[in-house]
C-alpha cells in the first residue's frame, strides 16, 4: 500500500478527491491531510515519508510552488502531483521548471486520476525493486567483504606473516584501518558455544543450523559495537574470535558489557551455554599472535558458569621468552629438519631456571602450535590431517598438567611436523612445486616475488623459476597475474565493488594499471566485461 499526503487549503475539495476512487484497490491509502504548504512541511518531519503529495498551488501563508521548491531541497525523491486550474498557467510554468512531471487540472476528474494512480504505482514498485536489489546488492557485498577480513584476522593469528607492513595494507585494503597500526591496543575474546544434553536429541543434522545460528549472533551482536571485528575457523564452529580495539579508559566497562550481553543472548536465543576467554591486552601487531594465545589460555580456564574468563594479568609481561627472534630460529629449526636444535631452542623457552607457572607453560605452547599450524599448512599436501590433528591439541591444551608433559608433547608435534616438511622438500620436485602452488593460489593478492617464495621455501630461486614453468606450464609472474584476473573477473560479476576496491583487493596498487592487464587478458576493460555479464556469458581470456 503506497501512502499519500493530500494539500489544498479547501476541505470540500480534499473530500471530493477521496470520493472520487476506492483508493484501496488501487494500492493506495491517504495518509496525511494539510491545508497549506507550511503545516505539509510540519508533517512531513513529524510522520514517516508519503510515497506521493498531492499538492494545489494556490494555498495561503505558503503555496505549492514554495512547497514543491522546500520539497525538492529537503526530500528529492519524492514524488509530487501538482493540483492546479485552467487559469494556473503561471504557477504551473514555475512547477514545471522545479522538475514536477505529473499534475491534475481541477475539478479532478475520475479517470484521469485513476490512470495518473495507475502509471505511480508501476513507477512506485519500479523503484521499490530497483532499491530492493540495490540493498541485496551491497548486503551481499557486505558479506563479502566481512569474510576475506575474517579469512584475514585469521591468518593474522595462524599462519606466518610476509612482513608487518604487507599485513597493514592488507588490512587497509578490506576496511580494517583501525587495527592497521603498528602501536594498535586491543584485546582478543573466544566464546565456544556447549550444546547441552538433550538439545538436539537425535537430530544430530540440525547441528550444523545451530553453528549457523550461532556464528551469525556472534556477527550482529559485534556490529552493534563499535570497533569488534569478529573471525572463526571453519574446523570449528562451535567457537568464535573477537579483536576487539582498545579506545579509551571505559573499555573495561565496555568490554565487560560486551561479554555479559553476548553469553545472555546466546543462552537467550539459541537455548545453550557457552564457554568465553578474555584474553591480555596487546600492543601492537606484532602481539597479535599473544593476544590471540592469551584468550585460548583463558578460554580453557573458563567455565559455562562464569561470566568473565582471563589469565593473570601480568602473563604477557612473563613471556618474553617467546620473542620474534625466537620464534624465527625455532621455525628454521623445524624446515631444516634439525631435532637437536629445536630441543635446544625448546629448554631456552621452558627454561627449568625460572618459577614458571603452569599457565605460562600452557600460553608458550599454544604459541608454538600455532607455529607448527603455520609450518604445516605450508608443507602439508593431500587431506590437512596433520592440520585438523594440530588444532586438535591445541583445543585440548587445558590437559596439560606438568612441565614435561608440555615439553614430550612438543617434541611428539615437532616431529610430526618435521616429518610433513621432509616429505615435501626431499621428495619429487612436483610435491614441492604443489605445496609452493598452493601457497601462490592462498596469497597472490599480496607482493609475491620468487625470491622470497625461494627463501621461504629453501629452494634456489633460478631452480625454482624453472621448475615453475615446468610444472604449472607458464611463468610464475604470469600465473599470479591469472589468479589476480581471474579473481577480478569473480568480484566483478559477483558484487558491484568499485574498480578501484576490485583492483587493490586483488594485488593491483593502481587501479589504471589493473584495468590495462585486464583488458590486455580478457580483451575488454573491466567495465566494460562487468556490463556484459549483466546479460551474457563469461568471456574467455585472449590467447
Known amino acids: 500500500m503506497y501512502r499519500i499526503m493530500l494539500i489544498d487549503d479547501e476541505v470540500g475539495v480534499r473530500n471530493s478527491i477521496k470520493a472520487k476512487i476506492d483508493w484501496t ?38 503555496d505549492g510552488i514554495a512547497l514543491v521548491s522546500a520539497c525538492k531541497e529537503k526530500y528529492p525523491a519524492l514524488r509530487i502531483i501538482v493540483l492546479s486550474g485552467y487559469s494556473d498557467f503561471e504557477y504551473m510554468k514555475a512547477a514545471i521548471q522545479l522538475g514536477v512531471k505529473d499534475y491534475l487540472l481541477k475539478p479532478v476528474v475520475r479517470s484521469e486520476l485513476t490512470a495518473l494512480l495507475g502509471k505511480l504505482a508501476e513507477e512506485l514498485e519500479e523503484d521499490r525493486n530497483r532499491l530492493r536489489e540495490q540493498d541485496q546488492e551491497e548486503m551481499k557485498n557486505h558479506q563479502q567483504l566481512q569474510l576475506m577480513q575474517e579469512q584475514l584476522l585469521w591468518q593474522l593469528v595462524k599462519d606466518e ?181 629445536f630441543t635446544k631452542q625448546l629448554h631456552a ?58 615439553l614430550d608433547q612438543l617434541h611428539d608435534m615437532a616431529q610430526l611436523v618435521m616429518e610433513e616438511v621432509r616429505k615435501t622438500r626431499f621428495s619429487s620436485g612436483q610435491q614441492m612445486m604443489e605445496a609452493i602452488r598452493n601457497y601462490v593460489d592462498e596469497n597472490f593478492s599480496y607482493e609475491l616475488t620468487l625470491a622470497s617464495l625461494a627463501e621461504m621455501f629453501h629452494i634456489n630461486e633460478t631452480y625454482l623459476s624453472g621448475l615453475f614453468k615446468m610444472s604449472v606450464g607458464v611463468t610464475f609472474s604470469d600465473y599470479v597475474t591469472r589468479l589476480r584476473l581471474s579473481r577480478a573477473a569473480d568480484l566483478l560479476q559477483e558484487s558491484e565493488l568499485k574498480l578501484t576496491d576490485i583492483a587493490t583487493l586483488v594485488g593491483y596498487s593502481s587501479s589504471s594499471y589493473f584495468s590495462t592487464a585486464f583488458k590486455k587478458f580478457y580483451g575488454k576493460g573491466p567495465k566494460e566485461y562487468r556490463e556484459e555479464m549483466r546479460v551474457s556469458k563469461p568471456s574467455k581470456p585472449c590467447k
Open 25 to 62: 484497490s488501487a494500492g493506495f491509502e491517504i495518509a496525511l491531510e494539510a491545508t497549506n504548504g507550511l503545516e505539509a512541511l510540519q508533517l512531513l518531519e513529524e510522520y514517516p515519508l508519503p510515497d506521493v503529495v498531492i499538492t494545489d498551488v494556490r494555498m495561503p501563508q505558503m
Open 161 to 341: 606473516w610476509f612482513s608487518v607492513s604487507a599485513m597493514e595494507e592488507r588490512m587497509e585494503q578490506l576496511q580494517l584501518s583501525a587495527l592497521a597500526v603498528d602501536d594498535v591496543h586491543a584485546q582478543f575474546v573466544t566464546v565456544e558455544m556447549r550444546i547441552p544434553p538433550g538439545r538436539l536429541d537425535d537430530w544430530s543434522e540440525r547441528k550444523d543450523l545451530l553453528y549457523l545460528a550461532f556464528q551469525m549472533l556472534c556477527r550482529e551482536s559485534a556490529q552493534k559495537w563499535e570497533h569488534i571485528y569478529p573471525f572463526y575457523a571453519m574446523s570449528h564452529p562451535a567457537m568464535i574470535h573477537f579483536v576487539i580495539r582498545i579506545q579509551n579508559a571505559e573499555h573495561d566497562r565496555f568490554l565487560s558489557d560486551f561479554v555479559r550481553k553476548l553469553k545472555r543472548d546466546i543462552q537467550s536465543f539459541l537455548k545453550v551455554d557457552s564457554v568465553l576467554g578474555i584474553g591480555e591486552p596487546i600492543n601492537g601487531l606484532r602481539q597479535l599472535k599473544d593476544g590471540y594465545a592469551s584468550s585460548m589460555l583463558a578460554w580453557s580456564q573458563g567455565t559455562i558458569h562464569s561470566d568473565k574468563a582471563e589469565p593473570d594479568r601480568n602473563m604477557l609481561a612473563m613471556t618474553h621468552a617467546f620473542s620474534p627472534e625466537v620464534e624465527r630460529k625455532l621455525m628454521q629449526t623445524i624446515e631444516n629438519l634439525d631435532m637437536s636444535a
Open 349 to 406: 623457552i621452558f627454561s627449568s631456571d625460572r618459577d614458571t607457572p603452569m599457565f605460562v607453560f600452557t600460553f608458550l605452547t599454544l604459541r608454538i602450535i600455532l607455529l607448527f599450524n603455520a609450518i604445516a599448512k605450508k608443507f602439508e599436501l593431500g587431506d590437512m590431517s596433520l592440520q585438523s590433528y594440530l588444532w586438535n591439541c591445541q583445543m585440548s591444551v587445558r590437559d596439560y598438567s606438568s612441565r614435561e608433559q608440555v
